[in-house]
Structure formats: C-alpha cells, structure tokens
C-alpha cells in the first residue's frame, strides 16, 4: 500500500470512529472512553509516522506552506487529546472536546487529501511512494502497540519541526 492510500484509511477510520462516537447514548461512558482511547491511539501513531516520515519526503517548495500548517494543525489536536486523557467521559466538557477534535481532524484531513496529497503525488514517484508506505505501516503497527495516546501530552509544548 502506498504512502498516500495509507494515510486515507488511516483518515476513514478515524472518521468511523467519530461517527460511532457520535451515536453513542449519554450514559455510555466506558464505550464513550472506549472509543476515545481508539481515536487518541489512531491520533497519536498517525500523527508520529506523517511527522517523522511523510512530511520530510513531501517537504519541497511548493507544499512547505501546507506541511508548516499541518504540523500546526497537529498541535492543535495533540493539546486537545491530552485535555481528554486528564478528564473522564461523565465531564461536562468531555463531548465539547470531542466534537472540536473531530471537527479539527476533518479539516486537516480535507486540506491534507485535497491539496497536499496532489502535490505529492507529482513529487514523489509511485516506487518512493510504495516504499514510503511500507516503513509508515511498519512504525504505524509498532506505535499502536505500546498506546501511542500516552505519549501525546509530552508532545503538546510546540509543533514538530519541518
């Protein structure tokens, strides 16, 4: 699976996450905690293989202005993540969090697939692509492992460099 495919399911996913999030009745709170430790966890080693692997093989003159935005846009949803881990799904606050995360992540994830994405493809060969995907998916399986939600409230002081 290439870099790009990827990354979409990783998008749809996490969008079918939210959307079972959504349904869920008020009182559901263990599947309320549930479904949020899926998404920081699909968050979390989703946002580390795009930083440390796909942005620097996309980053060229021509998309650094969408990569530098992205990183930003990163941030954002790490901060909010970890606000998350530190309150229980009964909080008051708890679903207002939720619904700015999601609607954060579908907005990073329409500027990712309909204007970076592009341009990647035009930049990087469908071998570079293929080849990048593999080391993605690889360090993807690896990170989910070992809870990658536990390490995005160290992550949270600054955007990741470009």
Do not use: C, W
């Not at 990827?6 to 998008?11: A, D, G, P, Y």
């Not at 570079?128 to 990170?143: C, P």
Request: overall charge negative.
């Amino acid at each position: 699976m290439n870099a790009l495919e990827l990354l979409t399911r990783q998008h749809d996913e996490v969008k079918e996450l939210f959307e079972r999030y959504e349904k869920l009745p008020d009182h559901a709170d263990a599947r309320r905690r549930e479904l949020f430790v899926m998404i920081a966890d699909r968050l979390g080693a989703h946002t580390a293989i795009e930083e440390q692997f796909f942005y620097p093989a996309a980053k060229a003159r021509d998309t650094e202005d969408l990569l530098r935005e992205a990183l930003e846009e990163h941030l954002s949803a790490k901060r909010i993540i970890a606000d998350l881990l530190e309150m229980e799904p009964d909080d008051p606050e708890f679903d207002a969090k939720m619904m700015v995360l999601k609607e954060q992540v579908e907005h990073h994830v329409e500027e990712e697939e309909g204007d970076l994405f592009k341009k990647v493809r035009k930049l990087l060969s469908r071998e570079a692509l293929d080849d990048l995907g593999i080391q993605m998916e690889l360090e993807f399986e690896d990170l989910m492992e070992a809870g990658p939600r536990r390490q995005v409230p160290e992550q949270t002081e600054h955007a990741a460099p470009l």
